[in-house]
Nanobody, 121 residues
Framework: VQLQASGGGLVQAGGSLRLSCAAS????????MAWYRQAPGKQREVVSS???????VYVESVKGRFTISRDNAKNTVYLQMNSLKPEDTAVYYC????????????????WGQGTQVTVSS
């Protein structure tokens, strides 16, 4: 399974960016897809997650500004980021919980390669 993330870049404060992450490979399903971020000198933190049924969770600092969504047919998760702030600057990673087969009793977890988001003040 591979996760390919894209969409990062440099934007001024108040601007918007949209991240995408597509999963490819052989698997039965992806119950959860999520976005994490890691700023310089800080630990990686979860930003948002979405289940295959559309249930979403957000970290408090992005509520009302970021929207996570997914296209199950394309195995792709998106993160629409509006009203960006300098403190949103980080490398953003997608993560997927993957069920390998219908009979598998466990899930595997995969990370995308990370995409840089830089917000200038």
């Amino acid at each position: 399974v591979q996760l390919q993330a894209s969409g990062g870049g440099l934007v001024q404060a108040g601007g918007s960016l949209r991240l995408s992450c597509a999963a490819s490979g052989s698997f039965f399903g992806i119950p959860v897809m999520a976005w994490y971020r890691q700023a310089p000198g800080k630990q990686r933190e979860v930003v948002s997650s979405v289940t295959s049924g559309g249930e979403t969770v957000y970290v408090e600092s992005v509520k009302g500004r970021f929207t996570i969504s997914r296209d199950n047919a394309k195995n792709t998760v998106y993160l629409q980021m509006n009203s960006l702030k300098p403190e949103d600057t980080a490398v953003y990673y997608c993560r997927a919980e993957v069920v390998p087969s219908m009979l598998s009793p466990r899930s595997d977890y995969y990370w995308g390669q990370g995409t840089q988001v830089t917000v200038s003040s």
